[in-house]
């Protein structure tokens, strides 16, 4: 089997004040072994919730899954229990979280948290395992390794403390890591520099990667597949390559349009093109397609039923009305 994860039908929701919040409602996704997979949307489009619910992190209350299956090397993760699962993460499954300042502890040197990892999962002593730390640190690439697992979170940069939640995410040579934003809030040659870590890291361990993001530009770079997501549902998927040259999604081509292009010397003294609208509140969906009221090409269709994902051609997956 090829595919180290596969999810099917997955719906994520939460009891809130305002009604139930659909985050996730029907998300289909798959990911080959040495494969990264991109996720790119706009903000409260569910890309977090996935990966929560992969870890089965979600809050309970208000959250739960409801319904579907995450099947990793075969076996459904929604079927096990808080023990085996809780055993799961870190080794087999590890997350690079959002934000490292908040998901460090700030009153616990960077050095022992890695090395608590390792400790658990692998058996190690203390001394062993902060060896297996500093070699993390040093095959991240990060600056003066040796210093740094003495430090506090609070005592390093962005950059560092991305790389101490990368280190930590490999620490273990899980086989699927999940990446969400890992370059948010970096500037651009950071960003470039934790993009080649994850790749090297990934073709020198074998991991697979799932790479959460709003960019297109960067899983341009990072990824060979993709899947854009929309208001809790997957609204394209396709190769990078075939995704760029043909998008097919009207939310794809826009995220597409709203992308700075330095060969076009026109459009540099131009305001950059925008999706109209906001994403909509996931407990008040408008009927039929959710793209509808910022879409272009709404037809009467769109505005009663909700399109199925279908595959177009090989390979290539929209959930839209223009192509059914």
């Not at 990264?36 to 949307?41: A, K, M, Y």
């Not at 090397?73 to 023990?83: A, Q, V």
């Not at 997350?95 to 390792?118: R, T, Y």
């Not at 890591?177 to 993009?195: R, S, Y």
């Given at each position: 089997m090829d595919r180290i994860l596969e999810i099917k039908n997955l719906r994520t929701y939460f009891e809130t004040r305002s009604g139930t919040v659909k985050a996730l409602d029907g998300v289909d996704l798959s990911v080959k072994k040495g494969e990264t997979l991109g996720i790119v949307g706009e903000s409260g489009c569910g890309k977090t919730v996935l990966a929560l619910s992969i870890m089965r992190l979600i809050p309970v209350p208000p959250g739960r899954i409801i319904a579907g299956s995450i099947f990793f090397d075969g076996i459904d993760l929604l079927r096990l229990d808080d023990e085996e699962i809780r055993m799961r993460r870190g080794k087999d499954i590890s997350m690079i979280f959002q934000e490292p300042m908040n998901s460090l502890n700030p009153v616990l040197?960077?050095?022992d948290q890695v090395s608590e990892?390792?400790?658990?999962?692998?058996?190690l002593s203390k001394k062993d395992a902060m060896d297996?730390?500093?070699?993390?640190?040093?095959?991240v690439g990060m600056p003066s390794p040796e210093e740094r697992l003495d430090n506090y979170s609070y005592?390093?940069?962005?950059?560092?403390?991305?790389?101490?939640?990368?280190?930590?995410a490999l620490s273990c040579n899980p086989r699927l890591m999940l990446a969400d934003e890992p370059?948010?809030?970096?500037?651009v040659t950071i960003q470039a520099?934790?993009?080649?870590?994850?790749?090297?890291?990934?073709?020198?361990?074998?991991?697979?990667?799932?790479f959460i993001t709003h960019d297109l530009g960067i899983i341009a770079g990072a990824a060979?597949?993709?899947?854009?997501?929309?208001?809790?549902?997957?609204?394209e998927y396709s190769s990078v390559e075939e995704l760029f040259s043909d998008p097919l999604h009207p939310y794809t081509t826009g995220l597409m349009e709203s992308i700075p292009r330095l060969d076009d010397i026109s459009a540099r003294v131009k305001y950059l093109k925008v999706i109209p609208g906001v994403v909509p509140n996931l407990y008040e969906l408008p009927p039929g397609c959710s793209f509808q009221e910022r879409c272009s090409h709404t037809m009467e269709i769109c505005k009663k039923e909700v399109p199925e994902l279908k595959e177009t051609k090989s390979g290539h997956f929209v959930r839209c009305w223009k192509y059914s």
């Amino acid at each position: 089997m090829d595919r180290i994860l596969e999810i099917k039908n997955l719906r994520t929701y939460f009891e809130t004040r305002s009604g139930t919040v659909k985050a996730l409602d029907g998300v289909d996704l798959s990911v080959k072994k040495g494969e990264t997979l991109g996720i790119v949307g706009e903000s409260g489009c569910g890309k977090t919730v996935l990966a929560l619910s992969i870890m089965r992190l979600i809050p309970v209350p208000p959250g739960r899954i409801i319904a579907g299956s995450i099947f990793f090397d075969g076996i459904d993760l929604l079927r096990l229990d808080d023990e085996e699962i809780r055993m799961r993460r870190g080794k087999d499954i590890s997350m690079i979280f959002q934000e490292p300042m908040n998901s460090l502890n700030p009153v616990l040197k960077v050095g022992d948290q890695v090395s608590e990892v390792i400790r658990l999962h692998q058996g190690l002593s203390k001394k062993d395992a902060m060896d297996r730390a500093l070699e993390m640190f040093r095959l991240v690439g990060m600056p003066s390794p040796e210093e740094r697992l003495d430090n506090y979170s609070y005592q390093m940069s962005g950059g560092m403390r991305q790389r101490v939640m990368i280190a930590m995410a490999l620490s273990c040579n899980p086989r699927l890591m999940l990446a969400d934003e890992p370059t948010t809030a970096l500037d651009v040659t950071i960003q470039a520099q934790i993009i080649d870590i994850i790749n090297r890291l990934k073709n020198d361990v074998g991991t697979s990667v799932i790479f959460i993001t709003h960019d297109l530009g960067i899983i341009a770079g990072a990824a060979q597949s993709v899947a854009i997501m929309y208001a809790g549902k997957v609204v394209e998927y396709s190769s990078v390559e075939e995704l760029f040259s043909d998008p097919l999604h009207p939310y794809t081509t826009g995220l597409m349009e709203s992308i700075p292009r330095l060969d076009d010397i026109s459009a540099r003294v131009k305001y950059l093109k925008v999706i109209p609208g906001v994403v909509p509140n996931l407990y008040e969906l408008p009927p039929g397609c959710s793209f509808q009221e910022r879409c272009s090409h709404t037809m009467e269709i769109c505005k009663k039923e909700v399109p199925e994902l279908k595959e177009t051609k090989s390979g290539h997956f929209v959930r839209c009305w223009k192509y059914s």
